[in-house]
T-cell receptor
Framework: GAVVSQHPSWVICKSGTSVKIECRSLDFQATTMFWYRQFPKQSLMLMATSNEGSKATYEQGVEKDKFLINHASLTLSTLTVTSAHPEDSSFYIC??????????FGPGTRLTVT | GNSVTQMEGPVTLSEEAFLTINCTYTATGYPSLFWYVQYPGEGLQLLLKATKADDKGSNKGFEATYRKETTSFHLEKGSVQVSDSAVYFCALSDLSLLIWGAGTKLIIKP
């Protein structure tokens, strides 16, 4: 149990385009989902926290208009990177939590912007 | 603010060696402490956790004890295997959020 999936696992897009990453909790209802960014050889950076049906709470320094997060249902959250640039290339990881239980992590999505 | 500091990697050991990865933290209150592992090409997995002082978390031969007096949560394993090669993250829970260490890459050579 407690499986979180992400799609796609790997995406390449051209500079200036937008890309959407999906995060799904497969066997539980995720009241809260988190989006992280992981740079090479670095730790995870929390980007935002989203609760189902509410607007996401973004961490300081994360552009809301660039990283659009939608948590439309208890099993799905999406991260859309708008007008992507090469510096947005990174590994994006989501996690999901039911209530106050532990976070379960997705396998991550590697975004490469050319 | 709350923070987690863990030893820099990579840590390279031979198979069957003893492993210690140091983790210290600063926190107000009484956080829970975690070790997560990220195997190559895979997502993060919770390895073990401890929720209060003197608790010992253990899993897959790994152990870590919540030491409030030294604000530490060092990860140990008595005999590592090649399959333990991964990146290990120490983390603490700050209310509902996780505060992460930088990660330590562990390389085990046969």
């Amino acid at each position: 149990g407690a499986v979180v999936s992400q799609h796609p696992s790997w995406v390449i897009c051209k500079s200036g385009t937008s890309v959407k990453i999906e995060c799904r909790s497969l066997d539980f209802q995720a009241t809260t989902m988190f989006w992280y960014r992981q740079f090479p050889k670095q730790s995870l950076m929390l980007m935002a926290t989203s609760n189902e049906g509410s607007k996401a709470t973004y961490e300081q320094g994360v552009e809301k208009d660039k990283f659009l997060i939608n948590h439309a249902s208890l099993t799905l959250s999406t991260l859309t990177v708008t007008s992507a640039h090469p510096e947005d290339s990174s590994f994006y990881i989501c996690s999901a939590r039911q209530g106050t239980y532990e976070q379960y992590f997705g396998p991550g999505t590697r975004l490469t912007v050319t | 603010g709350n923070s987690v500091t863990q030893m820099e990697g990579p840590v390279t050991l031979s198979e069957e060696a003893f492993l210690t990865i140091n983790c210290t933290y600063t926190a107000t209150g009484y956080p829970s402490l975690f070790w997560y592992v990220q195997y190559p090409g895979e997502g993060l997995q919770l390895l073990l956790k401890a929720t209060k002082a003197d608790d010992k978390g253990s899993n897959k031969g790994f152990e870590a004890t919540y030491r409030k007096e030294t604000t530490s949560f060092h990860l140990e394993k008595g005999s590592v295997q090649v399959s333990d090669s991964a990146v290990y993250f120490c983390a603490l829970s700050d209310l509902s959020l996780l505060i992460w260490g930088a990660g330590t890459k562990l390389i085990i050579k046969p």
